[in-house]
Structure formats: C-alpha cells, structure tokens
C-alpha cells in the first residue's frame, strides 16, 4: 500500500509558477514509476507528466511540454511538477499518482486526493 498526498496548488495569475509535491508514504519509493495527472472542470482525467525510478526517463503531455518540468528526490520520497508560464486552461485538479514497472504511461495504481490549480486571465 502507497500513500500519496499532493501540496502546493493554489491560485495564480496567467504567466505565473507553481510547484506542487507529492509525498509518498507505505513502500520503498524508488520502486515506483511517478505521474502527474488533472482533471478541469466538466473534463476528464489526462496525463501530465511521468517519471522513472531514477530521474532518467521523464515523458510530457504536449500540452505542457516545455512549461511543466517533472522531477523527483529519493531521499525525501518526494515527486515535483514546476509549472511555469501557467495558462487558464492548466486549471484544473492536479493527481500524483505512481505504479510499479517501467512504463510511463500506467496504467496507475494509487493515487492521492489531488491539489486545485486556479490560473486566472
């Protein structure tokens, strides 16, 4: 069993940064494949962001490619998402998420409660 809680949501302006955490408690967390899903308003869940166990590998939706760096510290069992030049339509709740395995893509196995971003115009 894996724990997952995110941190760092909140509202920005249009142009802005954030830096959301996840922090995973329960199992050794270099075994797991991390992920950062979110879902807006009316929409369904899309992915964001994968990491590998080691930092190695990372993989980006298109839509943040670019804007959105994904990262992570072993040693903290902690998994980043640094948002830069946020748009209103990254609005949306953001998921950690992590599974065991290589790929990058899922499918997931636990998840946390999510985080609320708000990007206002």
């Known amino acids: 069993q894996v724990r997952l809680a995110e941190s760092g949501g909140g509202l920005v302006q249009a142009g802005g940064s954030l830096r959301l955490s996840c922090a995973a408690s329960?199992?050794?967390?270099?075994?797991?494949?991390m992920g950062w899903f979110r879902q807006a308003p009316g929409k369904e869940r899309e992915f964001v962001a994968a990491?590998?166990?080691?930092?190695?590998?990372?993989y980006y939706a298109d839509s943040v490619k670019g804007r959105f760096t994904i990262s992570r510290d072993n040693t903290k069992n902690t998994v980043y998402l640094q948002m830069n030049s946020l748009e209103p339509e990254d609005t949306a709740i953001y998921y950690c998420a992590c599974r065991l395995g290589n790929g990058l893509l899922g499918p997931y196995e636990y998840w946390g409660q999510g985080t609320q971003v708000t990007v206002s115009s």
């Open positions: 329960g199992r050794t967390f270099s075994d797991y494949v």
């Open positions: 990491i590998n166990w080691s930092g190695s590998r990372v």
